[in-house]
Every structure is written in C-alpha cells, then in structure tokens.
C-alpha cells in the first residue's frame, strides 16, 4: 500500500526566504507526482506535476524535484510571499485506469510579513 | 475559477441519517472523482465516475455510494453516518478518464454529531 508521508508538518519562515517542502512515498512505482496548493476553505489548485521519467519542473517561483529510486519529492520556493502562506499537498499516481491520487498530510506554511 | 462547483457548503448531520453532496463538474468533463479530507489529513480517494459508471473505488464501505448524470453532474450518498465521517469532501472533475488534470471544488464540509 503506497503512503505518502510530508515533512515539516508546519512550517513559518519570514517573507523573502527560499524554502524546501520534502516529500516521501514508499512504492517507488509511479506514474507521476503532482504538488497541490490548498487554501483555507477552498478546494485544490495544482502548482506542478511531474512524470516519473522526469527529474523537475519549474513554474515562476515554483521549483518541484522527483527522485523516484529513492521515493522523495521537494517542493522548492523561492523568496517566499505572505500570498504563499498555504496548505502545501503533494500526491502521487499510479497507474491504474482510474488515476486515483494517494496524498500526503501537507505542510502548513506561514509566511511572516 | 475552474468552474467546479459542490452544494451544500457546510451540513451539520446527527449519527445514523443519510446524506446526499452535490458536485457539478466544469463544463465538457466526463470524469468526476470524490475524495474526503479529515481535519489535518491530506484527501483519500473514495470513488471515481465516468461517463456515469463507477470507474474505481477506494477504501471505502458499501455505504458510499455514488451517481454521475448524463449532464455529468455528480452525487455522493453516506448512509448511516458515523462520527468519523465528518470531513471535507472534495469532487474533481476531468476533461478525460486518463487526464491528469482535475479540477477540485472547494467541497462541502460535513459534520456528523
């Protein structure tokens, strides 16, 4: 059974400071990995999704790495914004007809103006 | 604004009724997949329709069901309701059975006393 642990829980850092959100999972055989953003009372919003044949991707300040051998993810954020302050997931698929996602607990950042 | 959107916002059930959640997927999105979030937990995944037939289902007792409507509107039926059922109950939509994009709503959360 495929469990997808995130370390730190929480985490509160002063704006302007690069942070890395880590991301564990046991069954190294995945189709993809995905990191989600998740605001208070609202749904999910994707941020990056990478394929395991990937090692990155990259969107603006959003820098997300995927070492499948060794089942880890990180979620790197740069010079972090008081808007960054969120419920960060991250996901994995496998690959089934029904591409079902397993999720972490999330880290909860607090960006300190 | 992805279009996705869930009914009620918030319900407040007594142990042992039943309870129907609402989900209406963005507009040309076949594929919808429900998923409940306890409090400080990441979603796990309960079911996934498409083209109105069960296409997956998770961990999950008999007593959720689903239905999916040639609209592609969505349902989500507990019966008996249990105290662990409170939670945020999460519906994505797809544009496709084998997308990896979905959509989330900001989901309907339920508390069961």
């Known amino acids: 059974k495929q469990e997808v642990t995130q370390i730190p829980a929480a985490l509160s850092v002063p704006e302007g400071e690069n942070l890395v959100l880590n991301c564990s999972f046991t069954d190294s055989a995945i189709y993809n990995l995905q990191w989600f953003r998740q605001d208070p009372g609202k749904g999910l919003t994707s941020l990056l999704l990478i394929q395991s044949s990937q090692r990155e991707q990259t969107s603006g300040r959003l820098n997300a790495s995927l070492d499948k051998s060794s089942g880890r993810s990180t979620l790197y954020i740069a010079a972090s914004q008081p808007g960054d302050s969120a419920t960060y997931l991250c996901a994995v698929r496998r690959d089934t007809g029904r591409r079902a996602l397993t999720f972490g607990s999330g880290t909860r950042l607090q960006v300190q103006p | 604004e992805t279009g996705v959107t869930q009914s009620p916002t918030h319900l407040i059930k007594t142990r042992g009724q039943q309870v129907t959640l609402r989900c209406s997927s963005q507009?040309?999105?076949?594929?919808v997949s429900w998923y409940q979030q306890a409090l400080g937990q990441g979603p796990q995944f309960i079911f996934q329709y498409y083209r109105e037939e069960e296409n997956g289902r998770g961990n999950f007792p008999p007593r959720f069901s689903g239905l999916q409507f040639p609209n592609y509107s969505s349902e989500l039926n507990v019966n008996a309701l249990e105290l662990d059922d409170s939670a945020l109950y999460l519906c994505?939509?797809?544009?496709?059975?084998?997308?990896?994009?979905?959509?989330f709503g900001p989901g309907t959360r339920l508390t069961v006393t």
């Open positions: 507009s040309g999105h076949n594929t």
């Open positions: 994505a939509s797809s544009f496709r059975r084998d997308s990896y994009e979905q959509y």
